[in-house]
């Protein structure tokens, strides 16, 4: 009795021979070969990802997703903190909420925005070797978080130095 070897997974109605051709468009399931940049039949760009990494446009489009975020939660930790100014009637205890405030806001965005940056890096060294698609939103992804948490951060310090006052 002889057992078979086990095979690669083959997405769902394709055969050996067709993989054995070359690559099934993704929109269409028509084989393609592996060195043709775009499917005969529809058009789509042919994308071949590599095992275990995800692809370029993926990481682009997390990166200006999580900079949208870091604005979403630089504005609401901001209308928080202006709703303890309105609220709080002492002074003292007021410095102290505002700063504990902007260290929430600090962290929130710190960590949102190093996300951003580390998936915007990486999209654009993954669209380095020619492949353009969404390099553009890697960059305004790192360029958007950057500048908010450059804003954060002196945002922070400052209600530190009056703190300290």
Same mark, same amino acid.
């Given at each position: 009795?002889?057992? %078979?070897?086990?095979?690669?997974? +083959?997405?769902?109605?394709?055969?050996?021979?067709? %993989?054995?051709?070359?690559?099934?468009?993704?929109?269409?399931?028509?084989?393609?070969?592996?060195?043709?940049?775009?499917?005969?039949?529809?058009?789509?760009? #042919?994308?071949?990802?590599?095992?275990?990494?995800?692809?370029?446009?993926?990481?682009?489009?997390?990166?200006?997703?999580?900079?949208?975020?870091v604005i979403a939660?630089?504005? #609401?930790?901001?209308? +928080?903190?202006?709703?303890?100014?309105?609220?709080?009637?002492?002074? %003292?205890?007021?410095?102290?909420?505002?700063?504990?405030?902007?260290?929430?806001?600090?962290?929130?965005?710190?960590?949102?925005?190093a996300t951003s940056?580390?998936?915007?890096?990486?999209?654009?060294?993954?669209?380095?070797d020619g492949m353009?698609?969404?390099?553009?939103?890697?960059?305004?992804? #790192?360029?958007?978080?950057?500048?908010?948490?450059?804003? #954060?951060?002196?945002?922070?310090?400052?209600?530190?130095?009056?703190?300290?006052?």
């Amino acid at each position: 009795m002889t057992v %078979a070897a086990p095979t690669a997974l +083959l997405p769902f109605g394709t055969t050996v021979e067709r %993989a054995r051709r070359g690559v099934a468009c993704i929109v269409c399931r028509t084989p393609v070969a592996a060195a043709e940049p775009f499917c005969a039949h529809c058009g789509a760009r #042919v994308v071949i990802a590599s095992r275990g990494k995800r692809p370029a446009d993926v990481a682009a489009t997390r990166s200006l997703q999580f900079a949208l975020l870091v604005i979403a939660s630089n504005i #609401v930790v901001g209308a +928080l903190t202006l709703g303890v100014v309105v609220l709080v009637a002492d002074a %003292a205890r007021l410095m102290q909420a505002a700063l504990f405030l902007e260290g929430i806001k600090l962290l929130v965005v710190a960590t949102l925005a190093a996300t951003s940056i580390r998936l915007g890096v990486r999209g654009i060294r993954e669209t380095a070797d020619g492949m353009l698609r969404r390099r553009a939103w890697a960059v305004a992804g #790192v360029v958007v978080s950057s500048i908010f948490t450059l804003l #954060v951060v002196c945002s922070f310090l400052l209600t530190l130095l009056l703190a300290l006052r």
